[in-house]
């Protein structure tokens, strides 16, 4: 069974264009987020939700927006994509807002040529 | 600034020794530490949480450290096995926001 995950694992397309990552956790978990993951392998986060509530929401620059339909859905919507954007992302989720385990997605490979 | 340090360079052991990892950090007063494993290719997997209150935890063979004077996190792997061979990060908590900064990670080899 799937904990949390991702779609689409690879994504490649070119600059300028709008696209989606959509991340689902059967976990029953409160809240969920997103994180990068650079060629340097650094892992940041971007934006945390809990119950459908923006908590986190780092220096991100505003071409990308999250989406949280419900508990169990956090999207990611990039816009006018950069070449800069290339980074591996990850959704996790955690029971609740701090203070315990995050379980993490297997990643979507963001690739802007 | 905050900064977490981990050993960037790869730390290479033999098949049945303790693997000792360092995480160091400035600038920061964290509440809990956690310890994740990452796998090529996968997402990070959480092994242990440790709260600024506790000096140590153990679960099977792992076992983490936690010194604020210092402001210094060591996880050990006791009998290391080649399947032990992953990136390992460590993250810090600064309250009850669920904001993890992570360190960049060590990557351990355990050799057969």
């Known amino acids: 069974d799937t904990a949390v995950s991702q779609t689409p694992k690879y994504l490649v397309t070119q600059m300028g264009n709008d696209k989606s990552i959509k991340c689902e956790q059967n976990?029953?978990?409160?809240?969920m987020y997103w994180y990068k993951q650079d060629s340097k392998k650094f892992l940041k986060i971007m934006f945390s939700?809990?119950?459908?509530?923006?908590?986190i929401n780092e220096t991100v620059p505003n071409r990308f927006s999250p989406k949280s339909p419900d508990k169990a859905h956090l999207n990611l919507h990039i816009n006018s994509l950069e070449l800069g954007d290339s980074a591996v992302y990850f959704c996790?989720?955690?029971?609740?807002?701090?203070?315990?385990?995050?379980?993490f997605g297997p990643g979507t490979r963001l690739t802007v040529l | 600034s905050q900064k977490i340090e981990q050993n960037s360079e790869a730390l290479n052991i033999q098949e049945g020794k303790t693997a000792t990892l360092t995480c160091n950090y400035t600038?920061?007063?964290?509440?809990?530490l956690q310890w994740y494993r990452q796998d090529p290719g996968r997402g990070p997997v959480f092994l242990l949480l440790?709260?600024?209150?506790?000096k140590e935890k153990r679960k099977e063979r792992l076992k983490v450290t936690f010194d604020t004077t210092l402001k210094q996190s060591l996880f050990h792997i006791t009998a290391s096995q080649p399947a032990d061979s992953a990136t390992y990060l460590c993250?810090?908590?600064?309250?009850?926001?669920?904001?993890?900064?992570f360190g960049q990670g060590t990557t351990l080899q355990v050799k057969p």
């Open positions: 939700y809990n119950n459908k509530e923006l908590i």
């Open positions: 993250a810090l908590e600064g309250g009850n926001t669920g904001k993890l900064i």
């Open positions: 600038n920061y007063s964290p509440a809990y």
């Open positions: 440790i709260r600024e209150n506790e």
């Open positions: 976990l029953g978990h409160d809240t």
């Open positions: 996790a989720s955690s029971r609740a807002q701090g203070q315990t385990p995050q379980f």
